[in-house]
């Protein structure tokens, strides 16, 4: 069995995974919360025989986290934990972009990909809303923008007036009230810069790409931008697992 990992800026997912690749059991939790105690009472309910564990691995945009938990796990196995940027990925992918200043998560997701006849543009609608470049098998770079609760949560926070909202699609461009109003320039606004976005890639690199798109609010905008789109919410883990394929 497998101990796999995505540790985000909001969000911290577990999974335990079989030698055969089968997702078994999956925990979430936020990451802010996390420390010893926490840990302790999450791992109780998740019910692991640490005895049939023979990898771990995490990718991690949370150095103080990823050690909280190594540091956790190592009290229960002997098994080393891995986090993804430990190994050499070389074999996995190539990589144009500089390689300290990539997320292990974005390096993932692309991995996930590799040997593939496509081009692709991955979105992932995390902290922030990143897109990578994957070109033939190479990981060529992306682009952050900032995450839509993030821009959300701050526009209400320094503005007075304006209340916490819940983004959800909406038909009208022009609205009536604050909150619709809100709504509005957030929704049409990201799927505007999305398209553009992707619109700027393919002339940039005058090729044709497959555009995968994955995180919280993937399932918000994949019909409601112009550009065809395949929804992958398993291409993190999926990425770990073939990652995992490098630890003897």
Known sequence: MYILGDIG?????????????????????????????????????????????????????????????????????KIKCYEVKNLNLKSLIRIKANYKQVGSDRLTNAISLTNNHNNFIIIDFGTATTFDVLIKNTYSGGIIAPGVKLSLNSLSDKATLIPKIDLKKIKNIIGNDTISAVRSGFFWGYAGLIDNIIYLIKKETRKSFKVIITGGFSDLFKKSIKTKVYHNKDITINGLIKISKLIK
Do not use: G, M, R
């Open 9 to 77: 800026n909001t969000e911290t997912k577990i999974f335990l995974v079989s030698i055969n690749n089968k997702i078994t059991k999956k925990l979430t939790y936020s990451t802010k919360d996390l420390n010893q105690t926490k840990l302790k009472k999450l791992f109780i309910n998740f019910k692991i025989d640490y005895e049939k564990i023979n990898k771990i691995l995490f990718c991690s945009v949370v150095p103080k986290s990823f050690n909280i938990i190594k540091k956790f796990l190592s009290k229960k196995t």
